[in-house]
T-cell receptor, first 114, second 115 residues
Framework: KQEVTQIPAALSVPEGENLVLNCSFT??????LQWFRQDPGKGLTSLLL?????REQTSGRLNASLDKSSGRSTLYIAASQPGDSATYLC?????????????FGQGTTLQVKP | DAGVIQSPRHEVTEMGQEVTLRCKPI?????LFWYRQTMMRGLELLIY????????DSGMPEDRFSAKMPNASFSTLKIQPSEPRDSAVYFC?????????????FGEGSWLTVV
C-alpha cells in the first residue's frame, strides 16, 4: 500500500531564507507527483506537477525535484516571503492519465516570519 | 470559470440527521472527486466519477455514505445517518483527462460538524 510521508510537520523561518520541504513515498511505481498549497480555511491549489519521467519542475521561486527510485521529492522555495506561509502537501498518483486519484502526505505547515 | 463550487460551506447538524453536500465542477472537466480531510487521517479520496459514472468508491467509509452525479455539472455526497466521527472538511475536485500541467482543481470545501 502506497504511503506518503512529509517531514517536517511544521517549519518556521525568517523572511528571505531558502528552504526545502521533503516528501517520501513507499512505492516507486507512481505516475506523477504533485505539490499543493493549502491556506487556512481554503481548498488546495496545485503548485507543481512532476511526471514520473521527469526529474524536476520549476515555477517562479518554486522548484520541485523527483527521485522515483529512492521514493523522494523535495520542494525548494527560494527567498521565502510571509505570503508563502501555508500548508504544503505532496501527493502521488498511481494511475496514468487521471491526475486526480491521489494519495496525500500529511503536509508541512510553513510559517515565514517578517 | 468560477472554479469548483461547493455548498454549503459550513454545516452543523445533530447526530442522526441526513447531510447532503453539493458540488458543481468546472465546466468541461470529465473527472470529479470527493475527498475528506481530518486532522487524524489527512486527505483521503472517498469516490471519483468519470463522465458522471462512479469509477472507484473504495474510499467510502460505510454504507451511510453515498454519492451521485446525475449530470456533468452537479454531484452530491450524502451521509445518512450522520455521526460525530463524520465531522471533517469535505472537498470536491475536478479535472480533465489527458491535459498536462496542474489539472486538478479543488473547491473550498464543506466544513461539517456533527454534534
Amino acid at each position: 500500500k502506497q504511503e506518503v510521508t512529509q517531514i517536517p510537520a511544521a517549519l518556521s523561518v525568517p523572511e528571505g531564507e531558502n528552504l526545502v520541504l521533503n516528501c517520501s513515498f513507499t512505492d516507486s511505481a507512481i505516475y506523477n507527483l504533485q505539490w499543493f498549497r493549502q491556506d487556512p480555511g481554503k481548498g488546495l491549489t496545485s503548485l507543481l506537477l512532476i511526471q514520473s519521467s521527469q526529474r524536476e519542475q520549476t515555477s517562479g521561486r518554486l522548484n520541485a525535484s523527483l527521485d522515483k527510485s529512492s521514493g523522494r521529492s523535495t520542494l525548494y522555495i527560494a527567498a521565502s516571503q510571509p505570503g508563502d506561509s501555508a500548508t504544503y502537501l505532496c501527493a502521488v498518483s498511481t494511475r496514468s492519465g487521471n491526475t486526480g486519484k491521489l494519495i496525500f502526505g500529511q503536509g508541512t505547515t510553513l510559517q515565514v516570519k517578517p | 470559470d468560477a472554479g469548483v463550487i461547493q455548498s454549503p460551506r459550513h454545516e452543523v447538524t445533530e447526530m442522526g440527521q441526513e447531510v447532503t453536500l453539493r458540488c458543481k465542477p468546472i465546466s468541461g472537466h470529465d473527472y470529479l472527486f470527493w475527498y475528506r480531510q481530518t486532522m487524524m487521517r489527512g486527505l483521503e479520496l472517498l469516490i471519483y466519477f468519470n463522465n458522471n459514472v462512479p469509477i472507484d468508491d473504495s474510499g467510502m467509509p460505510e454504507d451511510r455514505f453515498s454519492a451521485k452525479m446525475p449530470n456533468a455539472s452537479f454531484s452530491t455526497l450524502k451521509i445518512q445517518p450522520s455521526e460525530p466521527r463524520d465531522s471533517a472538511v469535505y472537498f470536491c475536485a475536478s479535472s480533465q483527462f489527458g491535459s498536462s500541467g496542474n489539472t486538478i482543481y479543488f473547491g473550498e470545501g464543506s466544513w461539517l460538524t456533527v454534534v
